[in-house]
DNA sequence: TGCTATTGTAACTAGAATTGTTACAAATGA
DNA sequence: TCATTTGTAACAATTCTAGTTACAATAGCA
């Protein structure tokens, strides 16, 4: 994967649509729980959009919302959608060709990469979104979700009650 | 891992080493051969004796060397002595205490984090770097670990004959 | 028909990480 | 003593990530 926190994002903002009860949930309201600002939120939901793992609406009225069963989504479905770094790099500049070593390090590498991907994506494969949601803890809390600004008490009409 | 090419860049230098009849390699000379600057190599070579998977030697004969056959140490011993960034990241900021997926979403990913981890260092405790050198394509040329400079049939006292 | 809220997206900034480079003290053997 | 090499600090160049502002397009609603 990489050193960025996309795909931990990706996979806290499904777990937020498959958990919450509403019917759309805004960037702003993604943003507030991920702690983040909602346009890093919308160029990630487009990216998930692309593959088919939420919808999103323009409009008044508009927001995201999960394309499948959250049982029916896999971390292996989001982490093709949002990773684009490989599991670890070659070395940006090309070895010398005139070694022996050097000339034909790369595709041994290359070998041990795909064994790597092939390992991460079965266990990844194994998880849904769904599973996710079972792991978290349960919270003592009245579950909701926050809009932007509100507290726990403030007239919080777009709260999420499950 | 990360999207650095270290861990490469570290079994490059191991594989040299191992696949070299010379007693001690240069970081001059691993450095034409990853084609980088030899600082990088020395960098990394100081990590690599920190974890004592090779010794090095200051002075006008020093140079590097495997601290260990090649058939003992797996690129899972690379991996734990070079590498330092985790498979992936969570975000770099605090998700919402008060949200209950935000608040409990950590450790859930943490646990997903490790099962990924298990799976990267199976992969990596079966491959050793024999297995590398033993991988490599058979080069038609005469082996060699080039000095900084020299060129193929320019006089070569450090050519590497195996 | 306008009004309002929301997404999609471009453009830019700030900060961090990676790699490359220069420089030099310390060590080692000849 | 001298040449060579490592170990290491300091810094520059580049790239990547995340954050931010701004705004056109969209869609519901009074």
């Known amino acids: 994967m990489s050193t960025s926190s996309r795909f ?3 996979v806290h903002v ?3 649509m498959a958990w919450s009860d509403e ?9 507030v729980s991920v702690n983040t600002n909602p346009v890093v939120i919308r160029r990630m ?11 999103s609406q323009t409009g008044s009225t508009g927001g995201s919302r999960l394309a499948n069963d959250p049982d029916r989504i896999t971390l292996l ?3 093709r959608a949002v990773e684009t770094a490989e599991v670890f790099s070659l070395h940006p500049k090309r070895p010398d060709r005139d070694c022996p070593v050097g000339s034909s390090i790369g595709p ?10 092939l390992a991460i994506e079965h266990v990844l494969a194994g998880i849904t979104i769904r599973d996710v949601v079972l792991r978290l803890k349960p919270s003592g809390r009245r579950p909701e979700v926050k809009k ?15």
Chains 1, 2 share one sequence.
């Open 8 to 10: 931990a994002v990706a």
């Open 14 to 16: 499904l777990t937020l």
């Open 23 to 31: 019917e759309c949930l805004k960037s702003d309201q993604l943003a």
């Open 45 to 55: 939901l487009c990216e998930l959009a692309e593959d088919n793992l939420v919808i």
């Open 77 to 79: 479905d989001v982490y």
């Open 108 to 117: 041994v590498l290359e070998e041990v990469r795909t064994e790597i991907d």
């Open 148 to 162: 932007r600004g509100s507290r726990d008490s403030a007239n919080n009409k777009a709260s999420a009650v499950v």
